[in-house]
């Protein structure tokens, strides 16, 4: 494949040049409301895709409340399945698509029950941050698994499980489901990575073939590259991003003609707490950015003192969001659905938003 030959040579990440009366990426988004609440369980990851059935499908990872955010995310994560009339809901349980092979007592702290099923021949716990896709008659959920349940595990892999309806069966991808994990050749960006491979952002290259986006080493993102949808995906030896400091949960898409990732930005390289809108001519050099999103409170009217903050620093004067996912109608961004650590409307447990883009 042709887009596979790469220049290895430096870039350098320039923001683009927007005058003062030019809006952002981030100033396109109007705030809806929530997308998915669920009674007793933290809500995190929301993927949404249109069905055929004229229906929004929203793909969640979910976990009792009781655990908090973490450690619950990594040891009793499961991938849920909501269903709505309109991008903008109300969603309603289906099912559950994906649950974890191993079963924790309700501290996180050791297995309950045998493993049913392996990644490598290793039992993984808590599928989490799933990813939508449908690639011609295949739906493809990505998510990720880990096989320990330490902090922010090192043993972080992308799994796929594919399947001909929205409501299931799914089956997972090749013999075990396992399609990323982290390099074994010492001289690559991400070898023996303190985070592993997570946040899968899946793109169909419109030349064929497929690019599979991922976080990774000092939360830069990666790219693997496959044939067919199942793999085996080829990563490439460079990080796709030079930033220095950290984004996540990256979302691809093509818009305006170029590759683009949706992240978040953590640490501020151009607001704590926001979105940035990554571009790139090839999808391998993402050598521009602007703002991809503005925090909560710029969106909606937030009482900060009202608010639950179940995630984040409790003293944080912002809500933040989390793990961007759109929604493309005829090709274009329509709507977005977000995560945040911050309920803002005080609930006791973390619930989910959605924006919609101004035309």
């Not at 790469?6 to 929530?34: R, T």
């Not at 399945?81 to 501290?107: C, L, Q």
């Not at 940035?276 to 900060?304: A, C, P, Q």
Request: hydrophobic share 35%; glycine share 10%.
């Amino acid at each position: 494949m042709k887009y596979i030959l790469l220049s290895l040579c430096a870039f350098f990440i320039v923001p683009n040049g927007f005058s003062q009366n030019e809006k952002s990426f981030a100033d396109k988004w109007a705030f809806v409301g929530k997308a998915v609440e669920e009674p007793g369980y933290t809500i995190w990851g929301t993927s949404p895709i249109l069905g055929d059935d004229g229906k929004v499908h929203l793909f969640v990872a979910r976990w009792p409340g009781e655990l908090k955010v973490d450690p619950g995310w990594r040891t009793h994560s499961e991938i849920a399945h909501y269903v709505g009339d309109s991008p903008e809901g109300p969603f309603v349980f289906s099912d559950v698509a994906i649950k974890g092979d191993i079963e924790t007592d309700k501290e996180g702290k050791a297995p309950c029950n045998p493993a049913i099923h392996k990644v490598k021949n290793r039992a993984v716990y808590a599928p989490h941050n799933p990813a939508i896709h449908k690639v011609d008659s295949l739906y493809a959920l990505f998510y990720i698994v880990n096989d320990g349940i330490e902090e922010h595990p090192s043993n972080q892999y992308i799994c796929l499980s594919v399947s001909e309806s929205l409501y299931g069966p799914w089956k997972k991808a090749g013999e075990d489901g396992l399609v990323l994990k982290p390099p074994r050749n010492k001289d690559y960006w991400n070898y023996k990575a303190s985070n592993g491979v997570n946040n899968p952002a899946f793109l169909q290259h419109p030349d064929g073939g497929y690019f599979l986006y991922f976080k990774s080493e000092k939360a830069r993102m990666g790219l693997a590259v496959a044939e067919n949808i199942e793999g085996p995906y080829v990563q490439m030896p460079f990080p796709v991003t030079a930033n220095d400091r950290n984004i996540e949960d990256g979302y691809a898409f093509m818009y305006k003609g170029k590759f683009a990732l949706l992240t978040t930005d953590n640490h501020g390289i151009i607001e704590a707490g926001g979105g940035i809108l990554w571009t790139s001519d090839d999808g391998i050099h993402f050598d521009t950015y602007e703002k991809g999103f503005h925090r909560i409170n710029d969106y909606t009217d937030v009482d900060m003192k009202k608010a639950a903050v179940h995630y984040g620093p409790q003293n944080r004067s912002y809500a933040k969001f989390e793990r961007p996912q759109i929604v493309l109608k005829d090709g274009k961004p329509a709507y977005v659905y977000l995560p945040s650590g911050t309920n803002i409307y005080g609930g006791d447990c973390t619930v989910s938003y959605v924006l919609k883009f101004k035309k």
